[in-house]
């Protein structure tokens, strides 16, 4: 005969072995006396029926993918996940619904913008085009003075001897 467990029991081993530090279902199994093939269907039957393997995860995580996070928050990762020992990372990294792959790509990314040899030569680059283009509109500028210039110098001439065309009139009319 198949022994009858109450669903308060299953709530609290569904619980146990989904919350971050839990243990397997095998090692469960041995500890308490309950099959581990009944202990997993539990958990499958969980997730089916209610969030309940879900929700503390959820709850901490705020079931956020990884491309959602800010800067600050992959820093803030980065930073912690940086000290902690092999044990504590994964459980940190199950608390917050990330990847180990994940991680590392942030802390490389990280690193690689704060690389001294990459910031300087996007410096001296964009320092270069910033130059081209100062010279470019101090050469139009003058351009531009010269042109102004000769217009003004075209206007008073013509004003001091009259225009070309005045002076043919003028000829033709006497």
Do not use: N
Not at 127 to 147: D, F, G, I, M, Y
């Amino acid at each position: 005969m198949t022994p009858v467990y109450s669903e308060e029991l299953k709530a609290r081993m569904v619980q146990k072995l989904t919350s971050p530090a839990g243990p397997s279902a095998t090692s469960l199994s041995h500890e308490i006396g309950i099959p581990q093939s009944t202990l997993s269907r539990w958990i499958r039957q969980a997730g089916r029926v209610s969030p309940m393997a879900t929700e503390k995860h959820t709850k901490k995580a705020g079931s956020k993918r990884p491309q959602d996070w800010s800067a600050e928050e992959k820093l803030a990762a980065v930073l912690a996940a940086s000290s902690l020992e092999e044990e504590a990372l994964g459980r940190f990294l199950r608390e917050q619904g990330l990847h180990g792959a994940t991680l590392a790509r942030w802390r490389e990314q990280m690193l690689k913008g704060l690389a001294p040899g990459q910031s300087r030569r996007r410096t001296s680059a964009e320092t270069r085009r910033v130059r081209e283009l100062e010279r470019e509109l101090r050469r139009k500028e003058k351009a531009l003075a010269e042109a102004s210039a000769l217009l003004l110098l075209k206007k008073k001439a013509s004003q001091i001897w009259g225009d070309e065309d005045d002076d043919m009139t003028a000829r033709r009319g006497r």
